[in-house]
Nanobody, 115 residues
């Protein structure tokens, strides 16, 4: 199990930017994959972006070109940089860490995009 603490959510206007952070309780190299997922009321949790411990990234079609996932190895932190946000990006964003077949989740952070 990995303890994950998220931060950085909030209210932003359409077209704006926001950065989410997720601090992990163990070194990044001991974690297979880190990722961000989101959930809106009435919908299943969906993939936003993932990154492996050696830096290979994967994005959902809806976030490709607007969101960037990065790792700060020394801080054991994964970031999600979100640009050109739209109201459709409003959701609770969850950090995920996978070690082998075991998933750990953060508590979630609310992102609201509204004028």
């Amino acid at each position: 199990q990995v303890q994950l603490v998220e931060s950085g959510g909030g209210l932003v206007q359409p077209g704006g930017s926001l950065r989410l952070a997720c601090a992990a309780s163990r070194p990044i190299f001991s974690i297979t994959t880190l990722g961000w997922y989101r959930r809106t009321p009435g919908k299943e949790r969906e993939l936003v972006a993932t990154i492996t411990n050696f830096g290979a990234t994967n994005y959902a079609d809806s976030t490709k070109g607007r969101f960037t996932i990065t790792i700060h190895y020394a801080k054991s932190t994964v970031y999600l940089h979100m640009d050109n946000l739209s109201p459709e990006d409003t959701a609770v964003y969850y950090c995920n860490a996978r070690v082998g077949d075991v998933d750990s989740w953060g508590q979630g952070t609310q992102v609201t995009v509204s004028a």
